[in-house]
């Protein structure tokens, strides 16, 4: 009776050893690393969503589609999937991650932009940044949310010159059409303690509306959700992409709908994203001979007001030029945001190590992205 009251007694306090062992454990479970990682559509939008008429978006889509194969997006997809396998974030929000398709000849673009009846969507994919980057990932992530955001098609005239076109807009020089969807995009890694739940995504009704020749283009912009759980904590990881475009006011809008829509509920909520806006001092210097604009706080003082506390690291933006290993990021956009609070363990900015531009000498994207590990209370 003795020697089995001992082996009780052993057995008794070699268990608590184990139970403080798995209370550590437990602990250290309650840290979540996410990230937000904007890898840049491949060009500048501009010269033909600010075009005054048809032929000149015809040029300004030419301008898009050249800069757009230069920087590389295959080439580009190596380094930034190494940024992601790197961070090893549970979660992470993507934006800018494109689709590039090509139609030959051209038809005269499709609608909205189109002023041609009866042409049609071009469907051959010239690039597909999202599989490109999966690809490269190895099996490591999968996709929680695909969003598809603004959807334009033009056609394009790539070498200049007006004799060489093709189709209904020929005289302008229309060399094929091109079409481009936007995508917002949730990545999951694989093997974590992250349990994923219900997904949720939508369009903000706030939108930048420029005008072609009369015809109205509406670019849309949205977000992407899942519910998730760790352990016992239970929260909702959002991503989006602010307007870029047009009056501050737009993106100000948009940052409203967000903190009244996903973002309203109790649970711990995670938002990640470019939001293309910060706040001076802190978050901006600002480099006004670049265009950039240290003043542009109204989106950001949108989740500031809603009691959002600010987890990521600072300076995240922004290469002017893909190809110059000189500049470097001089204010912030891309943020990781909580509320109620988290801690916040460690953040910093990836992206801005001029060893990882690829062979041709390009950085990885214009933005960079940004990593934070949070700790849960």
């Known amino acids: ?45 501009g010269p033909a969503i600010e075009a005054a008429d048809i032929p000149s978006a015809i040029d300004g889509a030419g301008e898009i589609w050249n800069e757009m194969e230069l920087t590389n997006f295959p080439e580009r997809a190596v380094p930034l999937a190494k940024e992601l396998k790197r961070s090893k974030a549970a979660l992470i929000g993507l934006q800018e991650v494109a689709t590039w398709y090509q139609q030959v000849p051209s038809d005269g673009g499709a609608p909205p932009i189109s002023p041609i009846e009866g042409a049609q969507p ?45 189709g209904p807009l020929a005289g302008f020089g229309a060399d094929f059409d091109a079409r481009l969807v936007m995508h917002d995009v949730i990545l999951a890694r694989k093997g974590t303690d992250v349990k994923l739940g219900k997904t949720s995504s ?22 992407g959700s899942v519910d998730a759980k760790l352990g016992d904590e239970k929260f909702r990881f ?30 711990q909520v ?43 690291a600072v300076q995240s933006c922004c290469y002017p030029d893909m190809f110059d290993p000189t500049f470097e990021f001089t204010h912030t956009v891309d943020h990781v945001l909580t509320r109620p609070g988290l801690k916040t363990v460690e953040s910093h900015v990836t992206g801005n190590d001029p060893g990882e531009r690829t062979p041709s000498g390009l950085w990885p994207s214009d933005h960079g992205g940004v990593v934070s590990t949070l700790e849960f209370p």
Not at 19 to 40: C, I, P, Q, Y
Not at 140 to 157: H, S, T, W
Not at 202 to 223: C, F, K, L, M, Q
Not at 288 to 310: I, M, N, Q, S, T
Request: glycine residues 8%; charged residues 30%.
């Open 202 to 223: 939508a369009h903000y009704e706030t939108r930048y509306a420029p005008s072609i020749s009369g015809i109205v283009i509406n670019v849309d912009r949205g977000w």
């Open 270 to 312: 995670i938002l990640t994203g470019d939001l293309n806006s910060g706040t001076t001092g802190r978050h901006n210097i600002g480099r006004p001979e670049l265009g950039h604009d240290p003043d542009d706080p109204l989106a950001f003082k949108v989740f500031k007001k809603a009691k959002f506390k600010d987890n990521g």
């Open 122 to 166: 071009a469907t051959d994919v010239r690039y597909d940044f999202l599989q490109l980057l999966l690809d490269r990932l190895g099996g490591k992530y999968e996709v929680v949310v695909d969003q598809p955001e603004f959807e334009g098609e033009l056609p394009v005239d790539v070498d200049r010159n007006d004799a060489t076109g093709t």
């Open 1 to 45: 009776m003795r020697r089995a009251a001992i082996c009780l007694a052993l057995v008794a306090a070699l268990a608590i050893p184990a139970s403080a062992s798995a209370a550590k454990g437990k602990e250290r479970d309650e840290k979540l690393t996410v990230m937000t990682r904007n890898v840049f559509l491949g060009a500048d939008l």
């Open 238 to 267: 959002v991503d989006t992409h602010l307007e870029a475009f047009g009056d501050p006011t737009i993106r100000e809008a948009q940052a409203k709908e967000i903190v009244a829509g996903p973002l309203d509920t109790k649970k």
